[in-house]
């Protein structure tokens, strides 16, 4: 291939030449217009060649070589020789038309991506040589002569074979007025249209195509004022026109150029990969700013489950929004901004292989400890479900038994009145006396399995029937008064109940605070005492019992408890509004 592009760029000195002598010789062109009018061709295919050698993946190279050899060929259809005018009148409209309009429209990758875009280039280079061959097979070479082309009697079609200057110059005109216009327009709006569509980085991109678009539409409607009042092309019009052929190939190189040097930026990918710290979030960071593209995204495979995660390990699907995917094997998909370069994006997702490979070994760990704290959620849920189910049982049935029991052993009493035996009554009176004691430990049993005030009336009502209950003296310094979900008012009332316990059984404390309240989305109980400290949260069963159940939904327990100094017991829990 590189043999190739330099037999093309030598070619294409002695062809401009060619081109050059035509123009003034025959045409009579001024040498100023004929040097500017080859320079346009010889700098597409100067950048063409440029473009193919550096970024060999992108057609867009080999098409602005097309065209600059197409914009070469025109120039001989100035020719006075039949054999040359001919073919190159034929196929003179291509380069300057259809293939330019293809080169933008498949920037940068070469290819056209729509289907309305491979129907308007197809319908362009058919029209670029239709219209010509029709021309040429009407072309009355006494009086036809469709571009100022000097002595019309040397110019002949070889392929004319019903003279018409009337057929010609109709046409030209449609050529020129109706079908120029037409795909002008059509061309303009789709690149009007893929600018829209573009995200702000793909506009910046694309920048080129607006440059071209101002250039054929201008282009377009002095052609069809032209053809309408048959003046001639005025010359700040034409240097306009040469400024504007001539800027386009060089935006697409420099465009292309640099996307080349973006791939600069995969090489420094793995040498800031190697300094960063291991994680999803830094590798999704660096591949951001390696591809210049902050909305880039990464997603996970994870095989075990068969679904796309995020850095935190939570299901993700892919997107159908318009947002390119790049999937790396069995490791992670790249969600990027359309207009990037797929090369690019593979060879940077290549660099980060084995960062992407550990991000993803990590997001699975992360979705696996999301199962295991939504597993240890539903046994906690469960289990308080369970507790409030025996309250009720024990409050509805055996309590209800009981209390039914001594009333009736109280009615038997009264009803034996003055003459029952002494005995007897006392063995009734024991009885009724050891069925209300009954009564108060299977009431104080349920209130410890799921207190029935804490349903009722939530955190505030139990932590207050808490401390009515607590032989030393509680103070609720600050409870909150709307009601929270059962699962966090459970833990909360846990918390104090277990640390109030603690305070009286162990700390030998004297007075007792509590604090309960949301503090930056979360729900925080404080419990402090003033007894002896040196208490651990690992030091009994009851304290790790509240850890595990805390924990279970997303909240933490610390003890701060320095000996002699009391004992502080801190529950946060996370509750949004």
Not at 59 to 64: K, P
Not at 330 to 353: M, S
Request: hydrophobic fraction near 45%.
């Amino acid at each position: 291939m590189r043999a190739l592009r330099v037999a093309l760029a030598v070619a294409a000195i002695p062809f401009g030449l060619l081109g050059y002598h035509i123009l003034v010789h025959d045409l009579h062109s001024s040498p100023l217009n004929a040097v500017a009018s080859v320079v346009v061709a010889w700098t597409f295919i100067g950048a063409g060649l440029i473009a193919w050698s550096r970024r060999p993946e992108s057609r867009v190279g080999i098409l602005m070589t097309f065209v600059g050899y197409a914009l070469l060929e025109r120039k001989l259809q100035y020719s006075h020789n039949s054999y040359v005018f001919t073919p190159a009148f034929a196929f003179g409209e291509v380069g300057l038309g259809a293939a330019l309009a293809h080169v933008v429209l498949a920037y940068p990758s070469g290819r056209l991506t729509t289907r309305v875009e491979r129907w308007f280039v197809a319908a362009a280079y058919t029209a670029a040589v239709v219209f010509p061959l029709a021309m040429l097979l009407v072309w009355d070479y006494p009086s036809s002569c469709a571009y100022d082309c000097g002595d019309p009697f040397r110019q002949r079609s070889l392929i004319s074979v019903a003279p018409s200057e009337t057929a010609f110059n109709a046409l030209h005109d449609v050529f020129r007025i109706g079908v120029y216009g037409v795909f002008a327009a059509v061309f303009i709006a789709l690149i009007v249209w893929r600018l829209w569509q573009a995200t702000p980085r793909g506009r910046r991109l694309l920048a080129p195509l607006l440059l071209a678009g101002v250039v054929a539409g201008s282009r377009a409607v002095w052609e069809s004022i032209q053809a309408i009042s048959g003046s001639s092309t005025s010359e700040a019009f034409y240097w306009w026109q040469v400024a504007g052929q001539i800027a386009i190939p060089l935006a697409l190189l420099a465009g292309l150029l640099g996307a080349r040097l973006a791939r600069g930026g995969v090489a420094d990918l793995v040498v800031e990969l190697g300094r960063s710290a291991p994680g999803g979030v830094g590798v999704r960071d660096a591949l951001a700013r390696a591809l210049h593209d902050p909305t880039l995204q990464v997603a996970y495979w994870l095989p075990m489950r068969q679904s796309y995660v995020d850095e935190d390990g939570r299901a993700v699907e892919l997107p159908h929004d318009g947002r390119a995917v790049m999937k790396l094997e069995d490791i992670a998909a790249i969600v990027h901004d359309p207009e990037l370069d797929p090369d690019l994006v593979e060879a940077a997702g290549a660099a980060a292989r084995l960062a992407l490979h550990n991000a993803r070994l990590q997001a699975d760990v992360r979705a696996q400890l999301d199962k295991v704290q939504e597993s240890r959620r539903r046994i906690v849920t469960a289990g308080d479900e369970q507790r409030r189910r025996i309250e009720r049982d024990l409050h509805d049935g055996a309590q209800q038994r009981l209390v039914a029991l001594a009333l009736e052993l109280r009615l038997a009493q009264r009803q034996l009145g003055g003459d029952v035996d002494p005995e007897l009554e006392r063995v009734l009176t024991d009885a009724v006396d050891e069925l209300q004691l009954a009564v108060e430990e299977l009431r104080e049993l349920a209130r410890g399995v799921h207190p029935a005030v804490l349903t009722e009336e939530g955190l505030a009502g139990a932590l207050e029937s808490l401390a009515g209950r607590t032989p030393v003296p509680v103070r609720i310094e600050s409870a909150p008064d709307e009601r929270l979900p059962p699962e966090i008012e459970a833990a909360a009332y846990f918390v104090a109940c277990e640390a109030i316990a603690n305070a009286v059984k162990h700390a030998r404390a004297t007075t007792i605070r509590v604090n309960a309240g949301r503090r930056n989305g979360r729900f925080v109980i404080e419990v402090e005492d003033n007894g002896v400290g040196g208490a651990r949260e690992n030091g009994g069963s009851g304290l790790r019992g509240l850890v595990d159940r805390v924990e279970a939904h997303g909240g933490t327990l610390r003890v701060e408890s320095e000996p002699g100094l009391g004992t502080r017991v801190i529950g946060e829990l996370p509750c949004v509004r």
